[in-house]
């Protein structure tokens, strides 16, 4: 289990851009948003991920540098890429069963005569700090009920007026 104000772990994976993130790399004024989705095959995380690409200016305003990340192979994530509207929205892909557990997101096993992957990770919002130290971690078993985007915001402008800490440090 991740604990809010301990380092997150290593995380280095291509982008469908032909460029790779590093988490290690980010130096937000405020945080790195990480939003994990389920991949191609999910209609709910290209409603969010399109609803995502809506905000991402109004992100990048408050200081948050935001990536997507799955587990979604390069051929899936190049189709993400060019048919879902993510305008600038990062897309990492090829994130592993082992870094997906590294993180505490629920695996899922695909459903027989489905679209999706032999595996894959539920959706998780993450927002690090730009020391590598956890903020907060909002992580779901299920596609349903995830974190709203404006919830998410006013939350970061909020932190950051009232220099709020981190809550759940002694998990």
């Given at each position: 289990?991740?604990?809010?104000?301990?380092?997150?772990?290593?995380?280095?994976?291509p982008l469908t851009i032909e460029a790779r993130f590093a988490l290690a790399d980010q130096s937000p004024?405020?945080?790195?948003?990480?939003?994990?989705?389920?991949?191609?095959h999910c209609p709910i995380c290209k409603k969010s991920?399109?609803?995502?690409?809506?905000?991402?200016?109004?992100?990048?305003?408050?200081?948050v540098?935001?990536?997507?990340?799955?587990?979604?192979?390069?051929?899936?994530?190049m189709v993400i890429d060019s048919d879902w509207a993510t305008g600038d929205v990062p897309l990492a892909y090829d994130l592993s069963e082992d870094q997906a557990r590294e993180w505490g997101l629920y695996i899922s096993e695909g459903r027989e005569d489905?679209?999706?992957?032999?595996?894959f990770s539920e959706p998780a919002v993450f927002l690090?700090?730009?020391?590598?130290?956890?903020?907060?971690?909002?992580?779901?078993?299920?596609p349903f009920a995830r974190p709203q985007f404006d919830d998410l915001l006013d939350a970061v402008k909020f932190v950051?007026?009232?220099?709020?800490?981190?809550?759940g440090t002694l998990t």
């Amino acid at each position: 289990m991740l604990i809010p104000g301990q380092k997150t772990p290593a995380l280095e994976l291509p982008l469908t851009i032909e460029a790779r993130f590093a988490l290690a790399d980010q130096s937000p004024e405020n945080f790195t948003m990480l939003v994990f989705y389920r991949g191609k095959h999910c209609p709910i995380c290209k409603k969010s991920l399109e609803e995502l690409a809506g905000k991402l200016d109004d992100f990048s305003k408050a200081g948050v540098n935001v990536f997507s990340v799955s587990m979604d192979d390069e051929e899936r994530a190049m189709v993400i890429d060019s048919d879902w509207a993510t305008g600038d929205v990062p897309l990492a892909y090829d994130l592993s069963e082992d870094q997906a557990r590294e993180w505490g997101l629920y695996i899922s096993e695909g459903r027989e005569d489905s679209e999706e992957p032999a595996k894959f990770s539920e959706p998780a919002v993450f927002l690090i700090r730009p020391d590598g130290t956890l903020y907060s971690a909002h992580i779901q078993s299920v596609p349903f009920a995830r974190p709203q985007f404006d919830d998410l915001l006013d939350a970061v402008k909020f932190v950051t007026e009232k220099d709020y800490p981190a809550r759940g440090t002694l998990t």
